[in-house]
Nanobody, 121 residues
Framework: QVQLVESGGGLVQPGGSLRLSCLAS????????MGWYRQVPGKQRLPVAI???????SYSDSVKGRFTISRDSAKNAVDLQLNSLKPEDTAVYYC???????????????WGQGTQVTVDS
């Protein structure tokens, strides 16, 4: 099983910045994809940014040019730099990992506990 622990959320004014970090631990063969999702009350959890083991990155249209995802595969960590924050970025942000227990098994998914990001003046 893979456990994910997030840190770095908080309250920031519009236009400000935050950096979210996520560290994976546990027993696994590989972590294929890591990413960040966000969810507001009553709405679906949606992808924000993902990065593959090979370094391929994708962003949701709403955060392109403002957020940057990075990954340290040696440390099993993924960060999300949030710049030019807007009130509509307010949400609980969840770290996600798709991982394999061994080379022959299907990938599994783990989620972090979530960290609140609030953008408000």
């Amino acid at each position: 099983q893979v456990q994910l622990v997030e840190s770095g959320g908080g309250l920031v004014q519009p236009g400000g910045s935050l950096r979210l970090s996520c560290l994976a631990s546990g027993s696994f063969f590989s972590i294929d994809i890591m990413g960040w999702y966000r969810q507001v009350p009553g709405k679906q959890r949606l992808p924000v940014a993902i990065i593959t083991k090979g370094g391929t990155i994708s962003y949701s249209d709403s955060v392109k040019g403002r957020f940057t995802i990075s990954r340290d595969s040696a440390k099993n960590a993924v960060d999300l730099q949030l710049n030019s924050l807007k009130p509509e970025d307010t949400a609980v942000y969840y770290c996600n990992a798709n991982w394999r227990r061994d080379v022959a098994t299907l990938p599994r998914t783990s989620w972090g506990q979530g960290t609140q990001v609030t953008v408000d003046s």
